[in-house]
């Protein structure tokens, strides 16, 4: 038997860090999921305005064809997204946890 092995689960790395826009690929903004803001990306296709709101992310309005950013849920977690198909634009939250795991240890 292997005993003592203990899996260590960070349960409260589950709150994402960083919300990281991109527009066709290219970063547009990165932003702290704790920092209340509404700004309004503008792309070559059209706007989108993203919410960050109590760590939620979220599409509040645009302009594209199909709404389905907006319609998207909220996102707050490390891995999920919201896409904007026409756009070109994604969101992204990620782990504010990488740039500190790279210099501490
Ligand atoms: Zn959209």
Known sequence: MISGIFILINGTREQGGRAVITVEGQV???L???MDTTFTVETDKGYN????KDGQV????ADCANQI???SRSISKNGEVIACLP???V???TS???EVDAVAY
């Open 28 to 30: 547009y903004k990165t």
């Open 32 to 34: 702290p999921v704790q």
């Open 49 to 52: 305005v993203v919410v960050i």
């Open 58 to 61: 979220f599409v509040s309005h």
């Open 69 to 71: 950013c907006v319609n």
């Open 87 to 89: 756009h070109g634009l």
């Open 91 to 93: 969101i992204t939250i």
């Open 96 to 98: 504010s946890d990488e």
